[in-house]
C-alpha cells in the first residue's frame, strides 16, 4: 500500500488525513507540503499510517520545522503508541515541543 493523503479546509486550518505507509517512496507527501503560505493552522491525522520508516519521519521533522519557520501552528493528531515510541526514542517530542504530538485515544 502507498500513501493516500486527503486534504481539507475548515475556516483557517488545513487537515491532511494521511493512510498506508510513509516512507522513502512517497514523493507526494513532500509535494503536498511545498507551498504553505495560505496555511493558518497545520493538522496532520496520521491515524491510518501502518508504517513510517526514517525517511517518514525525516519527512515529518521537515514539515514541523517549515511550520515553526513560518509561525503556523501544527499538530499531530490521532498517533499510535507504536509510532509514537518510535519519535520519542529519537527526541522529536522534545526537539519540537511535546504539545505538538498527540497520541490517538
Given at each position: 500500500?502507498?500513501?493516500?493523503?486527503?486534504?481539507?479546509?475548515?475556516?483557517?486550518?488545513?487537515?491532511?488525513r494521511?493512510?498506508g505507509?510513509?516512507d522513502?517512496?512517497?514523493?507526494?507527501?513532500?509535494d503536498?507540503?511545498?507551498d504553505?503560505?495560505d496555511v493558518?493552522?497545520l493538522?496532520?491525522?496520521?491515524?491510518?499510517?501502518r508504517f513510517?520508516?526514517s525517511?517518514?519521519?525525516?519527512?515529518?521533522?521537515?514539515?514541523?520545522?517549515?511550520c515553526?519557520?513560518q509561525?503556523i501552528?501544527?499538530?499531530i493528531?490521532n498517533?499510535?503508541?507504536?509510532?509514537?515510541?518510535?519519535?520519542?526514542?529519537?527526541?522529536?517530542?522534545?526537539?519540537?515541543?511535546?504539545?505538538i504530538?498527540?497520541?490517538k485515544?
Open positions: 500500500m502507498s500513501l493516500i493523503i486527503k486534504k481539507k479546509v475548515e475556516e483557517e486550518v488545513t487537515y491532511y494521511l493512510a505507509i510513509l522513502i517512496s512517497t514523493d507526494a507527501f513532500d503536498n507540503f511545498s504553505l503560505k493558518g493552522d493538522v496532520i491525522d496520521i491515524d491510518e499510517i513510517i520508516d525517511s517518514g519521519i525525516n519527512l515529518l521533522a521537515q514539515i514541523i520545522k517549515k515553526q519557520k509561525r501552528p501544527i499538530k493528531i498517533i499510535s503508541n507504536e509510532i509514537f515510541e518510535v519519535l520519542d526514542l529519537i527526541g522529536l517530542p522534545e526537539l519540537f515541543g511535546e504539545d504530538f498527540i497520541l485515544k
